[in-house]
């Protein structure tokens, strides 16, 4: 399990970034795989999710996860919620509520953790291209901040994700967020004719243009075989059908 410095000060919370060691799975999804949403054996997700859970709080709630489809939405945990089995279609979770582990999977996409240490909220972000580029942090933060959050309270990670050495892209892309900002030039790089995009330090701009500028950045690049987290694009250049997820979580205590 990964923390973060700045997070790991903060005593009403629990937090982590696990990669895929520790865990029951077998073959390709070897073995903290925690994708339900992969063809992984169900039972061996169930394990894996319940070690994770225990490693954040053995007293804790189950881990509440999203149905995640590289949106822009997210959800609120309240004090009259109720677990259901049917996973939400959301990208981000926000709550205020103690010993419910909020979490998002990734496998190369950014995961982000924010805590405001004042008014005692958490949030997790799975962020892709896709859910950056449609302004999910944006929307996060504004729910934190109408809901009583400040800008200077809030500790925001970036975790383990792809880095841009080892995320080529199409000019298409390129294309699509230069047209939106042209600021965003700064986060495409070419090499050898081929372009390479900086998603990490993307996110770490939109959240710096929401004004939350306390940031810690884990920079692990999960595409990095020997760092050994779980890689979409590792599992395809291997040609697997399928692959693993990574768990960020976080609690309040």
């Keep these: 399990m990964i923390t973060s ?23 390709i999804y070897k073995s903290l795989n925690c994708g339900p949403g992969s063809s992984d054996n169900k039972s061996k997700i169930k394990e894996n999710l319940k070690i994770v859970k225990n490693k954040i709080s053995k007293k804790s709630k189950s881990i509440f996860l999203l149905n995640q489809v590289h949106s822009n939405k997210f ?6 919620f109720k677990f259901n089995k049917k996973r939400i279609k959301a990208d981000a979770v926000i709550t205020n509520q103690t010993k419910i582990p909020i979490a998002v999977l990734t496998a190369d996409c950014v995961p982000i953790l924010l805590y405001d240490n004042k008014n005692n909220m958490v949030a997790a972000i799975h962020a892709g291209w896709k859910g950056a580029f449609k302004g999910i942090i944006k929307k996060v933060a504004n729910f934190m901040f109408k809901n009583g959050c400040k800008r200077d309270s809030i500790t925001a990670v970036i975790g383990p994700c792809i880095q841009q ?24 790089k070419k090499k050898k004719n081929i372009i390479y995009f900086d998603l990490p330090n993307f996110v770490k701009s ?13 920079k692990i690049d999960t595409f990095v075989k020997k760092n050994n987290f779980f890689s979409a694009r590792q599992s395809l ?17």
């Design 5 to 27: 410095k700045k997070l790991s000060k903060q005593r009403k919370i629990s937090h982590g970034f696990f990669n895929r060691n520790g865990g029951k799975s077998n073959g």
């Design 206 to 218: 939109q959240l710096k243009l929401n004004k939350i500028r306390n940031i810690d950045m884990i």
């Design 237 to 253: 250049r291997l040609k697997h059908d399928d692959y693993g997820r990574n768990i960020s979580i976080i609690m309040i205590n």
């Design 165 to 188: 050495k080892s995320y080529n892209v199409g000019n298409d892309l390129r294309k699509r967020f230069i047209e939106k900002n042209r600021k965003n030039r700064i986060f495409f």
């Design 75 to 80: 959800y609120f945990i309240g004090k009259n």
